[in-house]
């Protein structure tokens, strides 16, 4: 006769035959360590230390944080969505759920439960399947603990083979967690890591991912829930399968009833009761759903793994808390002020981006994108347009060549009358001279301070045959802080390009905000930075390689003459806040603004840039994929965006003046006019350390 006809026969055979192996097995593998009625013996202490370090007293570590200025959440970095909470703000029926369906002797064995162990087995040689684990939830917490920390593919085998070897060492490590830890503390940590499905990994992220409560106020229906999902969270989601989910969570109801935890009224209004859930979305997980400022977070990012050594591991499993500089209002502002000049997704992509004066802080990063990596989404953008280097930012380099002449002695008011076009004496354009013109009518002789304003491209070639060379601009512009102008500087220098002037070199817009407000900060130039704080799990600063990681700003006082700087910007007021300039559309009336145009060859990119003593934003618009006719100047679009970005914010406090100019803007005597319309003839120049002090 067939065992499969008598199942009943058959487990009877099989626990007749199992029983007796099992015990010799139990025996053997918690011998070294367990006498009597399995108290640890004390002799043998040492064989139980020291435990791995994923074990030891070492902080369960969250999601890593990522906070505004203001304190306000940006997003998380995470691999296992965790949030650790400490035994009091876990409700205490969470506990008294998961023990008595998981290990109902806990508080009575010392990690391993002989008893308990023949009971599983027993139980499922009957049910011939696993309907009971013979594991207490100290050798579940060694177990998940080994196999969450493990790194390698065989660290992970060795957590979970099937194996008496692993049997054994797992009961070791149980037995030694327990000589270490209390109970509570056990279950805390236990409650803190294990997975309850739907990438919640710890109560505190399942309370939240299925009800939308705090661990400490779950009640108990849904704490019998949680703790039914510990064994198979995936088949048991109360979200995908409320059926079998309810099924699961009235067994635990039962345990506990049978525990003498639930009273026989209790456990028939429980058990009658339907699954109910408030499932709330997962918290944020990187740069693409970062509440606010994506492109912001995509250049943290970088900054924290390429500039701090931060490795991707630590900043996803670290737990760190980073504040960083975004200043929500500002970003929150810039959002608004791109779109409302180019809609989401259009092919010309608006691109304001903020950096603090004498700290180098980022403020505020906006495109009229969002980050993300879907190419078939036109208003999906990955790389990071506020960071990259792709068109010219036009005559806003104008302003490197005046601080250059500055700086070698020629006066604001240096006179020049040009032709239009004008040719150079200095520059080539391959083998022919090089040519330039004006957009647009200009008086044929100006003084610096008027050419600037106005934007004269005669007058500024004109300036650049009177300094002889572009080195001179070149090495202003990087010592000012144009790091996008690095890779090609010496190339420029080398070939002597007289088109520098005019802004052809692709121009990144974060490099750009970084020069200009080195002028804004009287001639200290700061390199552009994120974050001001990073703090490890433990709540210290984080250290890489044994240092702490330097969140500092860096900044270079004097990186150009402070004269030169307090003049420069005098000047560009009269760009911003008189009719001739070039950018009237940013004016804030009330408001001592300066600021810079600028237009590309074609037109394929157009800029503004404008600053405060303590703002700085610039504007690009230009297409990121190919040449486009932008169908305006910088005064135009560029102009309007930093206006309706830096309105709100800047009228919202007092007129943040400028100090006064380091130089005289205008003449002691009238200056010598060059007439003729050819090639202009130049005096000679005071040194610059003999100019006249402002007053």
């Known amino acids: 006769m067939s065992d499969r006809r008598h199942p009943r026969l058959r487990a009877f055979l099989l626990l007749f035959v199992a029983v007796p192996l099992a015990g010799v097995l139990i025996a053997a593998m918690v011998s070294p360590w367990v006498v009597g009625s399995g108290l640890v013996a004390r002799s043998s202490a040492n064989l139980l230390t020291p435990l791995p370090s994923a074990l030891g007293d070492s902080v369960l570590t969250g999601n890593t944080v990522v906070l505004a200025a203001d304190g306000s959440l940006l997003t998380y970095f995470y691999r296992q969505n965790r949030t650790p909470v400490s035994s009091d703000r876990i409700a205490p029926v969470v506990k008294q759920a998961l023990v008595d369906i998981e290990d109902a002797r806990f508080y009575e064995h010392h990690g391993i439960d002989l008893e308990g162990t023949a009971r599983a087995l027993v139980s499922n040689l009957l049910a011939g399947g ?170 943290l990012q970088k900054h924290l793994t390429q500039a701090l050594g931060i490795s991707q591991q630590v900043l996803q499993t670290g737990g760190l808390t980073i504040r960083t500089t975004l200043r929500p209002d500002i970003q929150t502002s810039g959002d608004a002020a791109v ?75 240096n006179t020049i009358t040009t032709s239009d076009p004008y040719t150079s004496r200095v520059y080539k354009d391959g083998l022919a001279p090089y040519t330039v013109q004006n957009a647009g009518r200009y008086p044929p002789t100006l003084t610096m301070v008027e050419a600037l304003i106005r934007s004269s491209n005669t007058y500024f070639v004109a300036l650049e045959d009177q300094l002889g ?47 200009y407000s080195t002028m804004a900060a009287s001639g200290t130039q700061c390199d552009p930075t994120p974050v001001t704080e990073i703090l490890d799990a433990t709540g210290k600063r984080l250290q890489v390689d044994g240092r ?19 003049t420069l910007n005098q000047i560009l007021t009269g760009d911003v806040g008189l009719p001739i300039g070039t950018g009237t559309r940013a004016r804030i009336p009330g408001h001592q603004i300066a600021g810079k145009t600028g237009t590309s060859q074609n037109r394929y990119s157009i800029a503004f840039i404008g600053y405060t003593p303590h703002l700085t934003a610039s504007v690009m618009v230009l297409n990121p994929k190919h040449n486009q006719d932008v169908g305006t100047y910088g005064g135009g679009y560029a102009a309007q965006i930093w206006h309706d970005a830096m309105a709100p914010i800047i009228s919202a406090g007092p007129d943040d003046p400028f100090p006064p100019a380091g130089l005289e803007l205008a003449p002691p005597a009238p200056p010598p006019v060059v007439s003729s319309p050819g090639p202009p003839q130049f005096g000679p120049f005071p040194p610059f350390g003999r100019q006249r002090p402002g007053r």
Not at 472 to 500: H, I, K, W
């Open 548 to 566: 702490s990681v330097d969140v500092g700003d860096h900044c270079t006082p004097g990186a150009m003459p402070p004269a030169v700087a307090t």
């Open 469 to 515: 060379s572009v080195e001179g601009p070149v090495r202003m512009a990087q010592r000012m802080g144009l790091f996008s102008l690095d890779p090609v500087a010496d190339q420029v220098v080398a070939e002597n390009r007289g088109s520098f002037t005019l802004g052809a070199e692709a121009t990144s817009p974060l490099a750009l905000a970084s020069a």
């Open 339 to 413: 779109v409302k000049t180019q809609p989401m997704g259009a092919p010309l992509a608006a691109i304001f981006t903020s950096v603090e004066p004498g700290t180098g802080h980022v403020l505020a990063m906006s495109v009229n994108r969002r980050f993300g990596y879907d190419v078939t989404d036109p208003a999906q953008e990955s790389v990071n347009l506020n960071v990259a280097a792709s068109q010219g930012a036009g005559s806003t380099y104008k302003v490197f060549v005046a601080a250059s002449a500055l700086e070698r002695g020629i006066p604001p008011w």
């Open 130 to 299: 696993v309907r009971e684990g013979g594991s207490t939830i100290t050798q579940q917490l060694v177990k998940q603990t080994l196999l969450q920390a493990a790194e390698t593919a065989e660290d992970r085998q060795a957590a979970t083979e099937q194996s008496v070897g692993r049997k054994l060492r797992e009961a070791r490590l149980a037995l030694a967690m327990e000589e270490r830890y209390t109970k509570d503390e056990i279950l805390t940590r236990y409650l803190n890591l294990v997975y309850f499905g739907e990438g919640a990994y710890g109560v505190e992220a399942a309370a939240r991912r299925y009800f939308g409560v705090a661990a400490a106020d779950l009640d108990v229906l849904q704490a019998a829930t949680l703790a039914g999902l510990v064994q198979t969270p995936t088949a048991d989601n109360p979200i995908t399968d409320p059926v079998r989910a309810t099924v699961r969570r009235n067994q635990v109801l039962e345990r506990m009833h049978a525990q003498g935890h639930l009273s026989d009224a209790d456990l028939a209004s429980l058990t009658a009761q339907p699954m109910t859930t408030a499932p709330t979305p997962p918290p944020p997980n990187g740069c693409v759903g970062a509440v606010l400022g994506g492109f912001f977070c995509d250049f």
